[in-house]
């Protein structure tokens, strides 16, 4: 009989391998971000002035200020776009071992969800406004495939996920988190094994490091350690044309 422990990790690793999942995000304590696949904001293509929490401004420069410690962003519109400059990087170790850096694939925006490398943050802003969530993410998406099509499934190669929630600006966390680094190889788990340290950047933007234990259902273990920055306006992730 499995114990505890592994009827956990069967159970979320079930979770991120459904194409079928679907949470609602107000639902707050049930919320994984790992049960809503990316999009690429069609928003962002847009200079059509628009409210922006107390200020107004083209979507494409619209974010979240999260430079105050304790409390939850706030909407705000940053001087310049900055997206360019989000990044994640980090190193793999144990039987998938491996390194990645979105700084080495070009910059270049697409909306797409056909090879495109993703990557960044995602501020989930619940609707009820007593929290927030942090995701920091890297998929290397070759394909996507809208529900579950045996024939045309969705494949990608490395493909990290950290969520911590409430988020209240910069200081240290826990966070849980999945990597992969096929479709096609194990999931590598964790409910709360990620410490997550956060700063503020000059303009109201984030960064900070990462450190996580996963285990996979087989019993394997990895660890993933990295950096990540996302300026004030690239609280949505990045997607870019994968050049590999």
Same mark, same amino acid.
């Given at each position: 009989m499995?114990n ?5 990790l ?28 990316? /999009? ?11 409210? +922006? ?8 420069? #619209?974010?979240?200020? #999260? ?5 939850? +962003?706030?909407?705000? +519109? $940053?001087? $310049? %776009? ?6 994640v990087?980090?190193?793999? @170790?144990?039987? &998938? ?23 960044g943050?995602?501020?989930? %802003? ?6 927030? *969530?942090?995701?920091?993410?890297? /998929? &290397?998406?070759i394909?996507? @495939?809208?529900?579950?099509?045996? $024939? ?8 990290? *996920? ?13 966070? &849980? =988190?999945?990597f992969?680094?096929?479709? /096609?190889?194990? =999931? ?5 094994? #990620? ?16 450190? +996580? ?6 019993? =394997? ?7 990540? $920055? #996302?300026?004030?306006? =690239?609280? %949505? ?8």
């Open positions: 499995p505890s422990s592994s009827t956990f069967l159970a979320v690793a079930s979770m991120i391998l459904s194409t079928t999942a679907c949470v609602d995000a107000t639902s707050e304590d049930e919320f994984s971000p790992f049960d809503e696949p990316s /999009e690429p904001n069609l928003d962002s293509k847009s200079d059509e002035v628009r409210a +922006c929490g107390a200020e107004s401004c083209a979507p494409i420069l #619209c974010g979240y200020d #999260c430079t105050t410690r304790g409390t939850q +962003c706030t909407a705000s +519109c $940053a001087a $310049a %776009d900055a997206r360019s400059q989000a990044f990087a980090a190193t793999v @170790s144990g039987p &998938e071992a491996s390194s990645f850096d979105s700084r080495q694939n070009p910059y270049a925006p697409v909306f797409t969800l056909d090879n495109v490398l993703i990557y943050c995602q501020l989930w %802003d619940f609707s009820n406004q007593v929290k927030d *969530g942090l995701e920091i993410e890297f /998929e &290397e998406l394909h996507s @495939s809208p529900g579950a099509t045996p $024939a045309d499934p969705t494949r990608h190669g490395r493909k990290l *996920g950290i969520y911590t929630a409430p988020f209240q600006g910069p200081g240290s966390y826990r966070a &849980e =988190a999945t992969q680094a096929t479709h /096609e190889t194990p =999931a590598y788990i964790t409910r709360d094994g #990620c410490s997550v340290d956060v700063a503020s950047d000059a303009n109201g933007g984030l960064t900070g490091s990462f450190d +996580c234990a996963l285990q996979a259902t087989t019993g =394997a273990s990895t660890s993933v350690k990295g950096r990540f $920055a #996302c300026p004030e306006n =690239a609280m %949505d992730p990045i997607f870019s044309r994968w050049a590999h």
